[in-house]
């Protein structure tokens, strides 16, 4: 690809530009629509006076407010860990759930809905601790089988479906607690509070700063090992540690709010499309549009409109993203790719 | 003289007496006669009701025998041909279950879903081996209903209609039960007590249904509505929408359901709960995802929701195992069930103040 340097950073700061504006207004929206409607100023008044209406402030700080935060961090750590880990894979079908992950979480948390007694934070322990196990697990074998990205491609997709299938045995068990369950799979911030936030960004935030801290020698990744090792990059080490951080960072966001589909597949490819595949540049873009992805499908499934309200909210993310992404895919397909 | 005075008086009194005498059997025998011809009388009516009666038990008798085959419509329209008196019954849910052992058909009933638990003769005979587990109630094993050797079986319509054509291929005869609303867990008490020839056990049961419905309504009617909302899991809050047969419940027991805008089963949030302020969070399950202290820390734990009356009044409420089911199954514990939410609702009218948590001591405090 030649694209002209004047021509990319123009496209750059266009994106940029409409990512901010489209972000502000969708978290503006969200803050004043829901079950009570409230306009810009009882936002503003709930927010800085505490005598406001109680019901009202407790609306917008304990509820929307966390929520559209905690949506926005889920949709950046999962666009970030996409972009990554579609480098790392070299594989534009890869997305943060490859490793396993996913599956090892939602197995984590299905078995806390089960086990009866256990507190209410138990699910979000246990899914992190799944994830993680699973994500493990998945490196250890691709090391066993040294196969590469493939090989490891091959040991996620073996660790997720041998979880997945425990899972169901689970779902089968579980009779009426299976409704919990499956919400939580479809993915949800409907509950997400305060102290998630606090929670998920503290591990979360790390991981995905050093992995946008380390976007330049993912470039020269790309461009194979020797010529790391010539720039002095230990591409192994740098392989695996991207590898660990970025998956758990997703896996400390998507242990609160559940599965969430299709944004750290469709948001690095949105970028790229758009301006290239410079991973510096990338990988932050990603971040904010998978964010403002997820905060547009939250604010469809909290619409009061909506008649169905509180659909889950990861059904509601792949029906925006997969014709926006086909569009792209249409239009561009040529320089789709890495 | 004297003398003489004496014998005439004397005789004038005994010619008194005689009279007043042959008077009195005179008059005595008229009645006995008249006694005499009543009993007869009603001894002719009792021999013609004896006869009267006979001919109404031969009459019953070839009612009785000509009552088979019986046809019947059930839930899904199917036009159903029960052969003879059923005496090998499968129950496929437990609202049917338990109707059918208040019908009084315990010795009948071969085999039944792994959820019903209910009565304790029930459970006994289950651990007699009398009654057979034929499956959960959305996994009915057809095989094993047909291994019981059933002449009825009686389903959920909505959750296991799906095995009918199964079942109908093993050569059973099949009913299914729409399970949904008050109205149909009448119809329901009916048609099993008609298919069953259990007429006046059926009356009996909707009768009593009838006037706890009546009873319970009556009373709340003169105090203002309960804003209430009726959850099934606490995260995310699966509630009773419009529609459904708990929201039915809700409008009888005098309470506002704040999820009765949407239809079904539905999510609310908790930030919806916040805002329509109800007096009363009730959470049912058959068995509870977690203790009842932690599920009254879940609920004050989140945001706002000590401004909501039912956290700020002391009035949430949890009900699980028997007290759950009560109220949950539309079976003639339904009875109970109508008074365990017209209690919650307006204790003031029952003059009644409940736990807040019920299980399967409920009955102690309904005090009925």
Redesign the interface.
């Known amino acids: 690809m030649h694209a002209q340097p004047v021509n990319k950073r123009l496209r750059l700061s266009l994106y940029v530009i409409t990512l901010s504006i489209f972000f502000s207004l969708a978290f503006m929206i969200s803050v004043m629509i ?3 409607q409230l306009s810009p100023f009882e936002v503003a008044d709930s927010i800085i006076n505490p005598n406001s209406d ?2 009202a ?3 917008v ?4 407010i966390p929520r559209i935060l905690f949506a926005s961090l889920t949709g950046f750590v999962l666009g970030v860990s996409g972009g990554v880990i579609q480098t790392l894979t070299r594989n534009p079908l890869a997305d943060p759930y490859i490793t396993g992950m996913s599956s090892g979480a939602a197995l984590g948390a299905a078995i806390a ?1 089960v086990v ?5 934070y138990a699910v979000p322990i246990m899914a992190f601790l799944g994830g993680v196990s699973m994500l493990l697990l998945s490196i250890f074998l691709a090391k066993k089988a040294g196969a590469g990205p493939i090989g490891f491609i091959l040991a996620g997709v073996a660790v997720g479906t041998f979880a997945s299938a425990i899972l169901m045995v689970v779902l089968a068990l579980a ?3 299976s ?2 369950i499956l ?1 939580w799979l479809f993915g ?1 911030f ?2 997400s ?1 305060w102290g998630d936030l606090q929670t998920a960004s503290a591990v979360s935030m790390p991981a995905i700063i050093f992995a946008l801290y380390k976007a330049r020698d993912l470039n020269i990744l790309l461009l194979g090992e020797e010529h790391a090792a010539q720039l002095g990059i230990d591409s192994r080490r740098l392989w695996l540690l991207m590898l660990l951080l970025s998956s758990l960072a997703v896996s400390a966001c998507v242990s609160f709010c559940g599965i969430i589909g299709f944004i750290g597949l469709v948001a690095p490819h949105m970028v790229r499309l758009t301006i290239g595949s410079d991973n510096r540049f990338v990988l932050p873009l990603a971040g904010f549009t998978g964010s403002l992805l997820i905060v547009i499908a939250d604010n469809i499934v ?1 619409n009061p409109l909506n ?4 659909m889950p909210v990861g059904s509601v993310t792949s029906m925006i993203g997969v014709p926006f992404f086909v569009y792209l895919l249409i239009k561009k397909g040529k320089s789709f790719g890495m | 003289m004297p003398k003489i005075k004496t014998i005439g008086a004397l005789a004038v009194i005994a010619l008194a007496i005689s009279l007043v005498t042959a008077a009195l059997v005179f008059s005595n025998n008229s009645t006995l006669s008249a006694l005499d011809s009543r009993l007869i009388a009603m001894n002719s009516t009792l021999n013609n009701l004896k006869g009267e009666l006979s001919s109404l038990q031969d009459e019953l008798n070839i009612v009785r025998a000509s009552y088979y085959p019986l046809v019947i419509e059930d839930a899904l329209g199917r036009v159903v041909t029960i052969k003879s008196e059923p005496t090998r019954i499968v129950s496929g849910a437990p609202s049917i279950t338990e109707t059918l052992f208040a019908l009084g058909l315990s010795s009948r009933v071969v085999g039944a879903d792994s959820y019903s638990n209910y009565p304790s003769e029930f459970l006994q005979l289950k651990a007699q081996g009398k009654i057979a587990i034929v499956g ?1 109630v959305t996994t009915l094993d057809p095989e094993k209903v047909a291994a019981q050797k059933p002449d009825l079986v009686v389903i959920d319509a909505s959750l296991q209609g799906k095995f009918i054509p199964a079942l109908e291929s093993l050569g059973l005869t099949v009913v299914a039960l729409d399970t949904k609303s008050v109205e149909s867990a009448k119809s329901n008490f009916q048609l099993l007590a008609k298919i069953t020839y259990k007429l006046s056990e059926g009356v009996r049961i909707v009768d009593r249904l009838n006037t706890a419905i009546q009873n319970v309504s009556g009373k709340v009617s003169g105090s203002s509505p309960t804003k209430v909302l009726f959850v ?5 809050m ?1 509630a009773a929408g419009n529609g459904t047969y708990l929201g039915e419940l809700i409008s009888i027991a005098g309470g506002v359901n704040i999820a009765g805008n ?1 239809t079904g089963w ?7 709960v ?4 109800p007096d009363v969070l009730i959470m049912s ?7 009842p202290e ?1 599920i009254f820390a ?1 609920f004050r734990s ?3 929701f000590e ?1 909501v009356n039912a956290v700020r009044n002391n009035r949430v409420y949890i009900l699980t195992e028997d007290a759950s089911n009560a109220l949950e199954r539309a079976g003639p514990r339904l009875v109970d069930g109508v008074y365990i939410l017209g209690y919650i609702l307006h204790p003031e009218a029952f003059k009644v103040q409940l736990p807040n948590v019920l299980a399967g001591n409920y009955t102690s405090y309904l005090g009925r």
């Open positions: 829901g079950t009570m109680p019901v402030r407790s609306i700080l304990g509820y929307r809905f009866p007694f256990l507190p209410y009779s009426e607690k409704h919990g919400y949800s409907s509950t509070t909290r008649p169905i309200a509180e | 959960g099934v899991w606490h995260d995310p699966y949407r539905v999510v609310v949030n908790p930030e919806q916040v805002a329509a302020n399950s058959m068995s509870l995802p977690m203790n932690q879940y989140l945001p706002g401004n």
